[in-house]
């Protein structure tokens, strides 16, 4: 036999199929128009016959239609090639996708009808004899099918036209190497560009998707297109296909579709993702679309609602039937294709069989097998982890046939750690289920692989409990209590925070029995969607948008009022009350939020009648703002109330999430009142007006040493249903290596959620750079960036985790520990590979290679409780509750620490503890106590310096922040409330160690027990990263908030 090559898939999606085919075929039998309306046929799931006079042409051009759609798949039959007696196959009823020889061509046209029949040969499409007049396949989005065509005309489809300019060569072998490097390429090009296709087309599908609940809002994700591109995505909503891609989205599979999504993805779209108010059209995308004349005229009819028959869809003037006409000289601005270079595929050539199949020679040939694969990973970079895989991989199966399974299962322990995309979780299983007496005593022998035959063996039906229904959006039938309508409202997509929808279900129940009819939330529904589509319709003139900021939107528009700046609508965006005058449309500002001083409602004498009136007093102006808002004014009132003071608190705290929560407010009141319609509908939608309220019954003021110091805060619980605590913060700086993304030149803030979800922000803009993904299912203890493209994450269930910076994605497990990994630190060394000190509550530390991801070395300590680890001056020292350990370098134990030796103290319990080398210092906090405890490194015999803290009743953790030392503590005469300070040494002109800022622990919420983590290099500008739990968000404080003259 000849030797075999075998190509490993790509990096970035394991999932993705293993091509050997000519992916360009396809572009030069058709036009890019027909290729587009071939695809369309497929997404469609109609019933497809290819024809060609070339058998093997139908294989290798269906195959190719296959690929380009990845990663949807075809869920209906395919047979590429029907012989003569299977020819009755093309009556099927179902869709399918099928290939004959051109010579049926006519017979299979007139026997069968519903067929799409595509002529490879003379790359036409026609329609089977009895659907000519009434075959309804739609269009590709116009914008989307525009750029697709301009790059599939920037390719270079002949390799004799791009080698034309090259030096010709007589070896045959350096010509087929050239050819085959030309068309890895071009299949990457291509590959590129119909994966672009597809997320141009689908992209917004991920904003409409409710992840809890599984539900997918088609309705509303039909309102967001354009009226031109229904018809397509009707078609394709309701296939199995999408069904399937709905599926993956909703598990949030990070495959080639969501990588491309995310690495596409626009700053504003990363700014849309951390709103929690419903979204307007800004001011940017007004502009944008303001030449579409069609999409604005449309735009209210469009509008549809589940369950609501009576809603006719209009007729839209129909599209061109057949793209060939396309005109694309609009397009050609748009960019070319990506200039993408594959990397060289890696080649494992498998030894030749040239001897009889006999049990001794294929023994020894398996033997030699596996003597190559490990000679091969002998000679691995420490750093290819990605081949290491395979290697282990491959190596695991031919053991399996050797018989040797404690070997396979070694094996495939390793490649569990390396590269779990690829771990064969049922393969695993069943080799466990057929291991003998002898061999289990084996694995005994190995606890990490036990470990890891326990975890398949404990959850078997893992896989099939998975929920993997995706449901409809639809209105209830039936009253609902409290639960059943938090629920509705969160697939609605309305709203997703379960306080909110408290709240939204008090105000729509005010003096009735506590649940809600169908008809009310039908009533509400429509409202909601009736004020939604009003807002989509404003339209703002040029000389209006000029005054606005591009991400402004406008929420609210009153009727036509007459006001003392003139007549007009007075218009709500998140930031500012403007009037709309009539007229000659124009602008006049009333004022932003920042600068109102006072909102009251009066009435105005006009004819012998009383007119309600809002006044609004602005801090820039002398003259009040007055309108007859006349019915309008007592909802006006609540809500610019409501939006001043939602206004006022983010400005305080530094938080813009305030703002769009009271945005949230003012148009669910407005939802509200609009349903109710009757003389308490002004009552319950005050039971909305949140931050109104706090302002004036416990306003949450900060002291002023905390409004001075406090710089941004952000909330990584967005979008969730319930505020979560920070477990863990991780500040990563960015870097400037050209080869990089540009995303990933940017510094990164993680933060660690419960039940082990990571969410990771952008520290330059503070914008959502990764929503949350999972590391598990328990509570991270701690996180570590051990190099640049490695963060790993400790967690409660024993487990490190391992993630990919670049891809944001977690392939790499380490489960060396036996109980809960409890602090991770990194020691770099100049010549050596860094390593990775991890340390569990049992005692146990172990010291990692980052290269290979292999123990290099372990001890235990004497006693368990290890809570935190440092290096230092060649020893480890360890914190394990009742006393700090010293080690050396070999496990063995060098001094230790106790508070019970010098101060006969019995309860002492160490919390945290921070060194100091350039103090030559140790600080150490134990629980319950308000002192600090420092010792000096020169002769840690010596008791230690006790050093009481002002206004401290409890320490919490600490932090170090260069040459000074941070902690949390609580505040003896306000318990809910957390005191944040940093001090100098004893040594240093700082005369005494207070705290510096006083951080609000808002009510019912307990304080955080977790770790704060400082990157080594400190964020960027200078800012220490604080968190605390309450609403759940981390804090930048700016570190000249200290009074020494010793500045961070």
Same mark, same amino acid.
């Given at each position: 036999?000849?030797?075999?090559?075998?190509?490993?898939?790509?990096?970035?999606?394991?999932?993705?199929?293993?091509?050997?085919?000519?992916?360009?075929?396809?572009?030069?039998?058709?036009?890019?128009?027909?290729?587009? /309306?071939?695809?369309?046929?497929?997404?469609?799931?109609?019933?497809?016959?290819?024809?060609?006079?070339?058998?093997?042409?139908?294989?290798?051009?269906?195959?190719?239609?296959?690929?380009?759609?990845?990663?949807?798949?075809?869920?209906?039959?395919?047979?590429?090639?029907?012989?003569?007696?299977?020819?009755?196959?093309?009556?099927?009823?179902?869709?399918?996708?099928?290939?004959?020889?051109?010579?049926?061509?006519?017979?299979?046209?007139?026997?069968?009808?519903?067929?799409?029949?595509?002529?490879?040969?003379?790359?036409?499409?026609?329609?089977?004899?009895?659907?000519?007049?009434?075959?309804?396949?739609?269009?590709?989005?116009?914008?989307?099918?525009?750029?697709?065509?301009?790059?599939?005309?920037?390719? %270079?489809?002949?390799?004799?036209?791009?080698?034309?300019?090259?030096?010709?060569?007589?070896?045959?072998?350096?010509?087929?190497?050239?050819?085959?490097?030309?068309?890895?390429?071009?299949?990457?090009?291509?590959? /590129?560009?119909?994966?672009?296709?597809?997320?141009?087309?689908?992209?917004?599908?991920?904003?409409?998707?409710?992840?809890?609940?599984?539900?997918?809002?088609?309705?509303? *994700?039909?309102?967001?297109?354009?009226?031109?591109?229904?018809?397509?995505?009707?078609?394709?909503?309701?296939?199995?296909?999408?069904?399937?891609?709905?599926?993956?989205?909703?598990?949030?599979?990070?495959?080639?579709?969501?990588?491309?999504?995310?690495?596409?993805?626009?700053? $504003?779209?990363?700014?849309?993702?951390?709103?929690?108010?419903?979204?307007?059209?800004?001011?940017?995308?007004?502009?944008?679309?303001?030449?579409?004349?069609?999409?604005?005229?449309?735009?209210?009819?469009?509008?549809?609602?589940?369950?609501?028959?009576?809603?006719?869809?209009?007729?839209?003037?129909?599209?061109?039937?057949?793209?060939?006409?396309?005109?694309?000289?609009?397009?050609?601005?748009?960019?070319?294709?990506?200039?993408?270079?594959? #990397?060289?595929?890696?080649?494992?050539?498998?030894?030749?069989?040239?001897?009889?199949?006999?049990?001794?020679?294929?023994?020894?040939?398996?033997?030699?097998?596996?003597?190559?694969?490990?000679?091969?990973?002998?000679?691995?970079?420490?750093?290819?982890?990605?081949? @290491?895989?395979?290697?282990?991989?491959?190596?695991?199966?031919?053991?399996?046939?050797?018989?040797?399974?404690?070997?396979?299962?070694?094996?495939?322990?390793?490649?569990?750690?390396?590269?779990?995309?690829?771990?064969?979780?049922?393969?695993?299983?069943?080799?466990?289920?057929?291991?003998?007496?002898?061999?289990?005593?084996?694995?005994?022998?190995?606890?990490?692989?036990?470990?890891?035959?326990?975890?398949?063996?404990?959850?078997?039906?893992?896989?099939? #409990?998975?929920?993997?229904?995706?449901?409809?959006?639809?209105?209830?039938?039936?009253?609902?209590?409290?639960?059943?309508?938090?629920?509705?409202?969160?697939?609605?997509?309305?709203? +997703?925070?379960?306080?909110?929808?408290?709240?939204?279900?008090?105000?729509?129940?005010?003096?009735?029995?506590?649940? &809600?009819?169908?008809?009310?939330?039908?009533?509400?529904?429509?409202?909601?969607? $009736?004020?939604?589509?009003?807002?989509?319709?404003?339209?703002?003139?040029?000389?209006?948008?000029?005054?606005?900021?591009?991400?402004?939107?406008?929420?609210?528009?009153?009727?036509?009022?007459?006001?003392?700046?003139?007549?007009?609508? &007075?218009?709500?965006?998140?930031?500012?009350?403007?009037?709309?005058?009539?007229?000659?449309?124009?602008?006049?500002?009333?004022?932003?939020?920042?600068?109102?001083?006072?909102?009251?409602?009066?009435?105005?004498?006009?004819?012998?009648?009383?007119?309600?009136?809002?006044?609004?007093?602005?801090?820039?102006?002398?003259?009040?703002?007055?309108?007859?808002?006349?019915?309008?004014?007592?909802?006006?009132?609540?809500?610019?109330?409501?939006?001043?003071?939602?206004?006022?608190?983010?400005?305080?705290?530094?938080?813009?999430?305030?703002?769009?929560?009271?945005?949230?407010?003012?148009?669910?009141?407005?939802?509200?009142? =609009?349903?109710?319609?009757?003389?308490?509908?002004?009552?319950?939608?005050?039971?909305?007006?949140?931050?109104?309220?706090?302002?004036?019954?416990?306003?949450?003021?900060?002291?002023?040493?905390?409004?001075?110091?406090?710089?941004?805060?952000?909330?990584?619980?967005?979008?969730?249903?319930?505020?979560?605590?920070?477990?863990?913060?991780?500040?990563?700086?960015?870097?400037?290596?050209?080869?990089?993304?540009?995303?990933?030149?940017?510094?990164?803030?993680?933060?660690?959620?419960?039940?082990?979800?990571?969410?990771?922000?952008?520290?330059?803009?503070?914008? &959502?750079? %990764?929503?949350?993904? +999972?590391?598990?299912?328990? +509570?991270?203890?701690?996180?570590?960036?051990?190099?640049?493209?490695?963060?790993?994450?400790?967690?409660?269930?024993?487990?490190?985790?391992?993630?990919?910076?670049?891809?944001?994605?977690?392939?790499?497990?380490?489960?060396?520990?036996?109980?809960?990994?409890?602090?991770?630190?990194?020691?770099?060394?100049?010549?050596?590979?860094?390593?990775?000190?991890?340390?569990?509550?049992?005692?146990?530390?172990?010291?990692?290679?980052?290269?290979?991801?292999?123990?290099?070395?372990?001890?235990?300590?004497?006693?368990?409780?290890?809570?935190?680890?440092?290096?230092?001056?060649?020893?480890?020292?360890?914190?394990?509750?009742?006393?700090?350990?010293?080690?050396?370098?070999? =496990?063995?134990?060098?001094?230790?620490?106790?508070?019970?030796?010098?101060?006969?103290?019995?309860?002492?319990?160490? @919390?945290? *503890?921070?060194?100091?080398?350039?103090?030559?210092?140790?600080?150490?906090?134990?629980?319950?106590?308000?002192?600090?405890?420092?010792?000096?490194?020169?002769?840690?015999?010596?008791?230690?310096?006790?050093?009481?803290? $002002?206004?401290?009743?409890?320490?919490?953790?600490?932090?170090?922040?260069?040459?000074?030392?941070?902690?949390?503590?609580?505040?003896?005469?306000?318990?809910?409330?957390?005191?944040?300070?940093?001090?100098?040494?004893?040594?240093?002109?700082?005369?005494?160690?207070?705290?510096?800022?006083?951080?609000?622990?808002?009510?019912?919420?307990?304080?955080?027990?977790?770790?704060?983590?400082?990157?080594?290099? =400190?964020?960027?500008?200078?800012?220490?990263?604080?968190?605390?739990?309450?609403?759940?968000?981390?804090?930048?404080?700016?570190?000249?908030?200290?009074?020494?003259?010793?500045?961070?």
């Amino acid at each position: 036999m000849k030797s075999l090559q075998i190509v490993l898939p790509a990096r970035a999606d394991p999932e993705s199929p293993i091509l050997d085919l000519d992916l360009h075929l396809p572009l030069l039998c058709f036009r890019p128009e027909k290729v587009l /309306q071939i695809l369309t046929c497929i997404l469609t799931e109609q019933r497809i016959v290819f024809f060609s006079s070339d058998w093997a042409l139908l294989t290798l051009v269906t195959e190719c239609f296959m690929a380009y759609l990845y990663p949807l798949q075809w869920q209906h039959p395919f047979v590429p090639i029907l012989s003569d007696q299977m020819l009755d196959f093309v009556m099927a009823p179902t869709s399918f996708l099928m290939g004959c020889h051109l010579d049926h061509f006519e017979e299979v046209s007139k026997e069968a009808d519903g067929l799409v029949l595509i002529n490879i040969d003379h790359g036409s499409i026609t329609y089977s004899k009895s659907t000519d007049d009434n075959v309804d396949i739609p269009d590709v989005p116009l914008l989307a099918a525009q750029t697709f065509i301009q790059r599939v005309q920037s390719l %270079q489809l002949h390799h004799e036209l791009h080698a034309a300019h090259l030096l010709s060569s007589t070896d045959l072998k350096e010509g087929r190497a050239h050819r085959r490097s030309w068309q890895q390429k071009l299949n990457c090009q291509i590959q /590129q560009t119909t994966l672009q296709l597809l997320v141009s087309i689908f992209r917004d599908v991920k904003n409409h998707l409710n992840y809890e609940h599984r539900v997918f809002n088609s309705e509303e *994700f039909l309102k967001t297109r354009a009226p031109g591109d229904h018809q397509f995505y009707k078609q394709v909503l309701d296939t199995y296909m999408f069904h399937s891609f709905l599926k993956a989205r909703l598990n949030r599979r990070m495959d080639a579709f969501a990588q491309m999504d995310l690495d596409t993805q626009s700053e $504003e779209d990363r700014i849309n993702g951390m709103l929690l108010s419903p979204r307007r059209p800004t001011v940017e995308k007004r502009a944008s679309r303001k030449s579409s004349h069609l999409h604005v005229t449309h735009r209210r009819m469009v509008v549809s609602m589940p369950n609501l028959q009576d809603i006719a869809m209009p007729e839209l003037a129909p599209r061109n039937s057949s793209l060939r006409l396309t005109d694309t000289a609009g397009c050609r601005g748009s960019s070319a294709v990506l200039n993408v270079t594959p #990397k060289s595929p890696y080649t494992f050539k498998i030894p030749e069989i040239h001897f009889p199949l006999e049990s001794k020679c294929v023994q020894a040939y398996h033997a030699h097998f596996v003597s190559m694969l490990s000679e091969a990973m002998c000679f691995l970079a420490p750093d290819n982890s990605l081949l @290491l895989a395979r290697y282990l991989y491959l190596r695991g199966l031919v053991y399996l046939m050797q018989g040797q399974l404690l070997n396979a299962l070694l094996d495939f322990q390793n490649l569990y750690k390396t590269d779990i995309r690829i771990f064969p979780t049922d393969l695993v299983k069943r080799t466990v289920e057929s291991m003998s007496a002898p061999e289990w005593e084996g694995a005994e022998q190995a606890p990490e692989l036990m470990r890891l035959i326990s975890e398949i063996l404990d959850k078997p039906h893992e896989a099939s #409990k998975l929920d993997d229904h995706v449901k409809k959006f639809k209105l209830p039938k039936k009253h609902m209590q409290l639960g059943d309508f938090m629920k509705r409202v969160q697939e609605s997509g309305i709203v +997703k925070d379960a306080s909110i929808i408290h709240r939204l279900f008090e105000a729509l129940t005010v003096g009735q029995e506590k649940q &809600i009819d169908p008809e009310t939330f039908k009533d509400f529904y429509n409202c909601w969607k $009736e004020t939604e589509a009003e807002a989509q319709e404003v339209s703002l003139p040029w000389l209006v948008m000029e005054h606005l900021d591009k991400n402004e939107c406008v929420c609210k528009l009153s009727s036509s009022v007459k006001t003392n700046l003139g007549v007009g609508k &007075i218009a709500m965006t998140q930031k500012r009350l403007f009037l709309l005058t009539e007229g000659r449309p124009g602008y006049l500002e009333i004022s932003t939020f920042r600068n109102i001083e006072e909102v009251r409602r009066t009435t105005t004498t006009f004819l012998l009648r009383r007119i309600p009136t809002l006044k609004i007093r602005v801090a820039s102006k002398k003259e009040v703002f007055e309108a007859n808002l006349k019915t309008e004014c007592d909802l006006w009132h609540l809500m610019v109330k409501e939006m001043w003071a939602g206004k006022k608190l983010a400005d305080d705290h530094k938080d813009p999430h305030y703002v769009q929560q009271a945005l949230t407010n003012v148009l669910l009141m407005d939802a509200v009142v =609009g349903t109710l319609q009757s003389p308490g509908a002004i009552y319950a939608a005050s039971k909305l007006s949140y931050f109104d309220k706090m302002s004036n019954e416990m306003p949450m003021t900060l002291p002023e040493t905390t409004l001075e110091t406090l710089k941004h805060k952000i909330n990584p619980s967005a979008g969730e249903a319930f505020p979560q605590a920070v477990d863990v913060l991780l500040y990563t700086p960015g870097h400037l290596d050209p080869a990089e993304k540009v995303e990933d030149a940017h510094p990164k803030l993680w933060c660690a959620l419960s039940e082990g979800k990571v969410t990771v922000f952008n520290a330059s803009s503070w914008t &959502i750079h %990764q929503h949350s993904f +999972k590391v598990g299912t328990a +509570k991270v203890n701690c996180m570590v960036m051990a190099d640049q493209n490695q963060v790993w994450v400790g967690s409660e269930d024993s487990v490190i985790y391992i993630i990919n910076v670049h891809s944001m994605s977690c392939n790499k497990q380490l489960t060396a520990h036996c109980s809960s990994v409890t602090d991770l630190i990194v020691q770099d060394g100049q010549e050596a590979p860094s390593n990775v000190y991890s340390c569990s509550m049992d005692g146990m530390v172990l010291v990692w290679n980052v290269s290979t991801l292999q123990v290099t070395s372990r001890f235990q300590l004497p006693r368990g409780g290890l809570t935190s680890i440092r290096l230092h001056g060649g020893r480890l020292w360890c914190c394990t509750g009742n006393s700090i350990m010293v080690m050396k370098m070999n =496990g063995s134990l060098h001094q230790e620490l106790k508070i019970e030796e010098n101060f006969k103290d019995t309860s002492t319990s160490f @919390l945290a *503890f921070q060194l100091l080398p350039e103090e030559e210092q140790l600080w150490a906090a134990c629980a319950g106590r308000s002192e600090v405890y420092i010792w000096s490194l020169k002769d840690l015999a010596q008791p230690p310096q006790r050093v009481p803290l $002002e206004d401290c009743s409890e320490i919490n953790c600490m932090i170090r922040v260069k040459k000074q030392v941070g902690w949390r503590a609580r505040h003896p005469q306000h318990p809910r409330q957390v005191s944040l300070a940093l001090a100098a040494s004893p040594c240093s002109r700082e005369p005494a160690a207070r705290p510096r800022a006083l951080l609000p622990s808002p009510l019912r919420v307990p304080l955080l027990t977790g770790t704060c983590r400082v990157g080594a290099n =400190g964020p960027t500008g200078h800012h220490v990263l604080v968190s605390w739990c309450g609403p759940s968000t981390p804090q930048r404080i700016p570190p000249n908030w200290m009074a020494s003259n010793d500045r961070t």
